[in-house]
C-alpha cells in the first residue's frame, strides 16, 4: 500500500516547520508547493489531503473553491486553520467547501491525526 498523501500549501514556516516533521515521522508522503503553483500540484496527483493555510497570501479559499468546481479534485479531503479570533473566514472557508476549518491550537494538536487520517471527519 502506497503512504498517504499531503498537499500542504503552508507559506508559515513555523507551520510548515512542524507539518513536515510530522509527516516524516509518520511515513506520509508530503508536498509543499507555492500558493501559485498549488492548483497544478493538486490535479496532477490529487491526494488524500490538503491543507490550508487561511492566512497564507493570496486566496486560499479560491483555490479551496477551485478544487470543489473541479470533478477530479472536489472529493479530496480540504482541512484549513485560522487564527482562532477570525470568526467570518472560518465561516468564509466552510461555504467555500473546507470539510474541517481548526483555529491554529486545535490543529496543531490534532496534527498527527489529520495527517494519517485518523482525524478526517466527512463533508
Known sequence: MSPRRV??????LFFA???SGT??????ALEM????AALE???????????????ASGDPLK?????????ATRSIHLIGFYSHVDRELREAA??????????RSVFSV????LLTGEGDTGR
Not at 33 to 36: E, L, V
Not at 110 to 113: D, E, N, S
Request: glycine share 6%.
Open 17 to 19: 516547520t512542524r507539518i
Open 63 to 71: 483555490l479551496a473553491r477551485a478544487l470543489r468546481a473541479d470533478i
Open 23 to 28: 509527516a516524516e515521522r509518520l511515513g506520509v
Open 94 to 103: 466552510l461555504a467555500a467547501g473546507l470539510d474541517q476549518v481548526l483555529p
Open 33 to 36: 508547493p507555492g500558493p501559485a
Open 110 to 113: 490534532r496534527l498527527p491525526a
Open 41 to 55: 500540484t493538486i490535479r496532477r496527483v490529487p491526494p488524500d489531503l490538503v491543507i490550508l493555510d487561511l492566512h
Open 7 to 12: 498537499v500542504a500549501v503552508v507559506p508559515d
